[in-house]
C-alpha cells in the first residue's frame, strides 16, 4: 500500500514520523517482524514528504534525523527483500470497516488529521501498484488519533524511546517522575491576576501594620478636643491680620532642620501644627494651647522632606528621601498608604476638590498622581527636567503649577511649568523668564495671583489665569534666600504677605504696596517656614534649620 499526505500550509514543514505509528490486526501483532517491517516503510514513505510536525522544533536538527533514521530504515527493508505492498494488504490488515486508523497529527498549530484507508476486497496480496489513493489527508480536527487496541501515548513509546522534545512532551504525561522540575505554562492574563492579588496582599499587610508612634501626651481628648481659643472664631468670620509681635511657644524637640509646618485643616482642630524634619520624624503639636508634643511619628527611614493634612484632619501623608510614601493615621498610627517610588520625594500636595487624590515631585522629571482608594499612580506628567522643587494647584484644581530646577544661562527656561490636571497636557513653560530657581509657590486667597520665591532674593508675582503673566511693576525684596529652601504665603484674609530668611528674620510685606511692613528676628538659623493660622487673627508659627518651632502673636 502507498502512502500520500497532502497538506495546505503555508509554510514548509516536516513531519516528524514516531508521531504516526501503524497499528495492523489483533491477530496479526504476534509477528513481530512484520510489524517492524510495516512500521519501518511507513516511516520512510512519510519521510519523504515536507510537512511540519511542532512549530517549535529545529528544522535542520529535523531534517539530519530524518536522513539519518531514513537511511537506516531503507536499508533495512531491503536486506529484508519484502513486497512491501503485502503488509498493506487486505488479507493482512483486516477489512476497512474494523481496521480503519486515523492517523492525527495533533498540534496547536496545525490540527491536521490523516486518514488511511484499507484498499478494497478485490485488491490482490502480491498487486504492486500505486495505493497512494487510499491514504489522504481528512479535515481539520483536534481529536486525537483512534485506535482499538492501544492509547495513542502507549503505541508512541512502544515505537520509539527517544525522539524530539514536541515528542517527549506527550510521552510525559504518563511518566510522573519526569514531570519533577518542569514548570507549566501560566497565561499573562493569569499571571497580571496573580500579580494584582500579590499586591492587594501588601497593602493589606501594609494597611495593618503600625509605624513607630510616641504619644508624648496620653489621651485622644489632646487630638479630638476642640481649643477654647479657637470657639469664638468659629461661627465668625476671619478678621485683619495684625502683625504678631510676642513669642507664645518654643518647641524644641526636633534633633534636626524642620522642612514644613502645616495647620491642621480642620477648622475645629486646627489647634494642631505638623512638622517634618531631617530627623526622619513626623511630629503634631498642640501649638495654641500647651506648646507640647501630641505624637511623633517614626515611618521614614530618611530625611522627611514633605507632610500634608488630610481634608478631614485625620491622616498625614508624607513623603522623604527614602523614596516612599505614607499615609498615617494619626489616632491609631496605622498606615493606611506605604508605597515605594522611583524617586526622592521633595514636594507633595493634595487635590483641593478630591481628598482621594494627590500630587508628588522630587529628584525625577516625572510628577505623578496617586489615587488613595487604589495605592496606584494615575496620572504622569513628564517634562525635561531633573528634579520639581514644588507644586501648586490653581483655584478648583484643574490646573496646577510646578516649580523646577531647569536653569539655562540667559533665561530659567521650564523654571515655572502649567498642567492641565485631567490629560497630563503641558500648557505653559513660558512664564518666568529670569535664570533663578523657585523653591516654593503661594496662591492668593481671595485673587487670581500667585507668587514665587526666587534665589534671587525677592518674590515675583504672577496671574493665575492663562497666560500667566509676571507683575513686573510688583516685587518683595529685602530678604535672603541664599540656596535654602525658604517658604513664603499669604495671610488669610490677603492683606500680607510673610516670607522667611536665611538670616534668620521673617519678613512681613503689604501685598497691595510691596513695602516691607515689619521684620521680625525670629531664629538664629535659617528660617525656612513662616504660617499664618487658618482661624487665629495673627498667629504665626515658624521653623528654622536648627530644628526650632515657634508660635508668635
Known amino acids: 500500500m502507498g502512502f500520500k499526505v497532502s497538506s495546505n500550509l503555508s509554510h514548509s514543514v516536516i513531519l516528524n514520523t514516531r508521531n504516526c505509528p501503524v497499528v495492523a490486526s489483533e491477530h496479526q501483532l504476534n509477528d513481530r517482524h512484520l510489524e517492524t517491517s510495516s512500521t519501518r ?34 536499508a533495512s527493508l531491503l536486506s529484508s527483500s519484502a513486497n512491501p505492498a503485502q503488509h498493506f494488504a487486505p488479507g493482512i490488515l483486516g477489512t476497512k470497516s474494523t481496521y480503519e486508523t486515523q492517523l492525527t497529527e495533533n498540534t496547536e498549530n496545525f490540527g491536521m488529521s490523516i486518514v488511511c484507508e484499507d484498499p478494497p476486497e478485490h485488491y490482490a496480496l502480491n498487486n504492486n501498484s500505486d495505493l497512494t489513493s487510499y491514504c489522504r489527508r481528512a479535515y481539520s480536527s483536534p481529536t486525537a488519533l483512534c485506535m482499538p487496541n492501544k492509547s495513542y501515548e502507549q503505541t508512541l513509546s512502544s515505537s520509539r524511546n527517544s525522539g524530539s522534545g514536541a515528542f517527549q512532551k506527550r510521552t510525559l504525561r504518563d511518566n510522573p517522575a519526569a514531570l519533577e522540575g518542569i514548570r507549566p505554562y501560566i497565561p ?94 513626623i511630629k503634631v503639636w498642640d501649638a495654641v494651647d500647651t506648646g507640647s508634643c501630641l505624637r511623633t511619628f517614626s515611618c521614614h527611614s530618611c530625611a522627611v522632606r514633605a507632610a500634608q493634612w488630610s481634608s478631614c484632619g485625620r491622616r498625614i501623608l508624607s513623603g522623604g528621601f527614602d523614596s516612599v510614601l505614607h499615609l498615617t493615621d494619626v489616632e491609631t498610627g496605622k498606615q493606611i498608604i506605604s508605597s515605594k517610588t522611583e524617586f526622592r520625594i521633595s514636594t507633595l500636595k493634595f487635590h483641593p476638590s478630591d481628598s482621594n487624590v494627590f500630587i ?44 523646577t530646577d531647569a536653569v539655562s544661562r540667559d533665561s530659567a ?30 496662591l492668593h486667597p481671595r485673587e487670581s495671583v500667585f507668587v514665587a520665591q526666587t534665589n534671587g532674593n525677592y518674590v515675583a508675582l504672577f496671574s493665575s489665569q492663562r497666560p500667566y503673566r509676571i507683575n ?60 499664618f493660622h487658618p482661624v487665629l487673627p495673627s498667629l504665626l508659627a515658624t521653623s528654622d534649620w536648627a530644628g526650632e518651632i515657634k508660635i508668635w502673636q
Open 41 to 74: 516503510f511507513l516511516e520512510t514513505a512519510i519521510m519523504s514528504s515536507s510537512l511540519v510536525a511542532y512549530d517549535d522544533s529545529d528544522p535542520e536538527a529535523e531534517t539530519e534525523k530524518a536522513e539519518d533514521l531514513g537511511g537506516s530504515r531503507q
Open 188 to 281: 499573562k492574563r493569569l499571571r497580571q491576576e496573580n500579580s494584582r492579588a500579590c499586591e492587594k496582599r501588601e497593602l493589606d499587610q501594609s494597611e495593618s501594620s503600625s509605624c513607630d508612634v510616641k504619644l508624648d501626651v496620653p489621651g485622644e481628648q489632646t487630638v479630638r478636643k476642640i481649643s477654647e481659643l479657637i470657639k469664638p472664631y468659629l461661627g465668625s468670620r476671619y478678621k485683619l491680620t495684625e502683625v504678631p509681635k510676642s513669642l507664645i511657644f518654643h518647641m524644641s524637640k526636633h534633633n534636626g532642620p524642620v522642612n514644613a509646618i502645616q495647620w491642621c485643616t480642620v477648622r475645629e482642630q486646627s489647634h494642631m501644627l505638623l512638622s517634618a524634619s531631617m530627623d526622619k520624624t
Open 360 to 403: 508628588c515631585g522630587g529628584f525625577s522629571p516625572e510628577v505623578k498622581t496617586w489615587d488613595i482608594r487604589i495605592s496606584k499612580v494615575t496620572r504622569v506628567y513628564k517634562a525635561a527636567v531633573q528634579q520639581t522643587l514644588d507644586i501648586l494647584f490653581l483655584p478648583e484644581g484643574k490646573e496646577f503649577l510646578t516649580s
Open 413 to 442: 527656561d521650564r523654571t515655572i511649568i502649567a498642567w492641565d490636571f485631567q490629560s497630563a497636557a503641558k500648557i505653559s513653560n513660558q512664564i518666568f523668564h529670569e535664570r533663578y530657581t523657585c523653591p516654593s509657590l503661594a
Open 472 to 531: 513686573k511693576k510688583k516685587r518683595y525684596e529685602g530678604h535672603k534666600v541664599e540656596g535654602f529652601a525658604v517658604g513664603c504665603e499669604f495671610s488669610p484674609d490677603g492683606t500680607l504677605l510673610v516670607t522667611g530668611s536665611s538670616d534668620g528674620k521673617v519678613f512681613f510685606y503689604n501685598y497691595h504696596t510691596s513695602r516691607i511692613v515689619r521684620t521680625l528676628s525670629a531664629h538664629r538659623e535659617a528660617c525656612v517656614s513662616a504660617v
